[in-house]
């Protein structure tokens, strides 16, 4: 049984920082790769972030670049995103998903087929 559980969510001050954990259980990571997307109300699901954990390349959407980092640790099949410098407009619910078992690709970044429940991430004053 796949599954994907994301942890560390929560409030933080403008220019503050977070740091989000994915962890995939169910398959053997090796071959794929796992994102990061959010959605903030009203507005559509977008991709932030992805990681290939065979090669480790990695893909960022152009609003997170320099900001957010995406690592993994193959031993324990978990996948982080360093987020700082944090901006009220980054407020949002965050998925994370894995192309697992099909690879495939949409806008750049993988298209998930398996989702977590998702964290919120909130930046407010």
């Known amino acids: 049984q796949v599954q994907l559980v994301e942890s560390g969510g929560g409030l933080v001050q403008p220019g503050g920082s977070l740091r989000l954990s994915c962890t995939a259980s169910?398959?053997?990571?090796?071959?794929?790769?796992i994102g990061w997307f959010r959605q903030a109300p009203g507005k559509e699901r977008e991709g932030v972030s992805s990681?290939?954990?065979?090669?480790?390349?990695?893909y960022y959407v152009d609003s997170v670049k320099g900001r957010f980092t995406i690592s993994r640790d193959n031993s324990k099949n978990t996948v982080y995103l360093q987020m700082n410098s944090l901006q009220p407009e980054d407020t949002a619910v965050y998925y994370c998903?894995?192309?697992?078992?099909?690879?495939?690709?949409?806008?750049?970044?993988?298209?998930?087929?398996?989702w977590g429940q998702g964290t919120q991430v909130t930046v407010s004053s």
């Open positions: 998903g894995t192309d697992y078992p099909l690879r495939l690709r949409r806008g750049g970044i993988l298209a998930p087929v398996y």
């Open positions: 169910g398959f053997t990571l090796d071959d794929y790769g």
């Open positions: 990681i290939n954990f065979s090669d480790g390349s990695t």
